[in-house]
């Protein structure tokens, strides 16, 4: 049986990958910080019929991430699948939010991500096949006002994953890039976006639905994909817009 690797993989669009691949009878290994809500959901796919390891570790740490990675390497242990999932953002105006945590959003979207696609991908190379899923968002395309560090990590992650995409051509190894609009999660709450105009005026996809995006974004090989019809027409309409317009009307969204 293949394997998937998923970050972020308590709740979200990472759980609901998780259970596209258990459905798939894809082996797992999930990580998350919460402990106990990783014992639980391993519970309930163990009785799918499909193997599954936890890791709880905060991947904000890049030491953590480097621990797994030689662990599954020590256990002999095959990623077939990788889900970069995990990542926050943080609202606010950059001269007054927290350098600690934004620090932490740096290292998890951007550092712990490029090193787990960068050893699960040259793994991969070696073998002649894999598919990598690195999830960004449509601010990947924008910058951000308010929410400026985010965007900028999440520009990041599509550019990265683009590039080594195509230095993969060939190889049976694809990377393949998620940039999900307004999602219902717990990002909100935990970036504190819930009463910004964006949220307000936007349609919310559920994590199903992007999930569902997601995973067929990776087995059609696809490099990029925006989920739902505005979104893309969103980010279409960026590549005629004025930039000082595309900030200016990005900034009265986040606020």
């Known amino acids: ?49 499909v ?8 991947l904000s740490v890049l030491k953590n991430a480097e621990e797994i990675y030689n662990d599954l390497k020590n256990k002999s242990v095959s990623i077939d699948y990788v889900v970069n999932n995990a990542g926050f953002g943080l609202h606010g105006s950059l001269t007054e939010t927290s350098w600690q945590r934004e620090l932490e959003m740096i290292n998890l979207n951007m550092v712990t991500l490029t090193y787990l696609t960068k050893m699960f991908a040259a793994d991969m190379k070696k073998i002649g096949w894999g598919r990598i899923l690195n999830v960004a968002s449509t601010g990947s395309f924008q910058p951000g006002p308010f929410m400026a560090v985010y965007c900028a ?16 051509k060939g190889s049976g190894v694809v990377i393949s890039t998620l940039c999900p609009g307004v999602t219902d999660t717990g990002f909100h ?23 569902e995006y997601g995973y067929r974004l ?16 969103m980010v279409f309409s960026l590549r005629f817009t004025p930039r000082n317009a595309v900030t200016g009307i990005a900034s009265l969204l986040m606020k």
């Open 1 to 49: 049986m293949a394997t998937a690797l998923i970050t972020g993989a308590s709740g979200g669009i990472g759980l609901e990958l998780a259970k596209t691949f258990a459905q798939k009878k894809v082996n797992l290994v999930l990580i998350a910080r919460n402990e106990k809500k990783l014992n639980e959901i391993a519970e309930k796919f163990v009785q799918t019929g």
């Open 51 to 58: 193997s599954v390891s936890i890791y709880p570790k905060d």
């Open 153 to 168: 990590t999440k520009a990041y992650v599509l550019s990265l994953s683009e590039a080594l995409n195509t230095e993969l």
């Open 189 to 211: 709450e935990i970036a504190d976006t819930a009463n910004t105009t964006l949220l307000k005026r936007s349609r919310h996809a559920s994590a199903k639905e992007v999930a």
């Open 218 to 233: 990776m087995m059609k090989r696809k490099s990029v994909g925006v989920h739902g019809f505005m979104n893309r027409a």
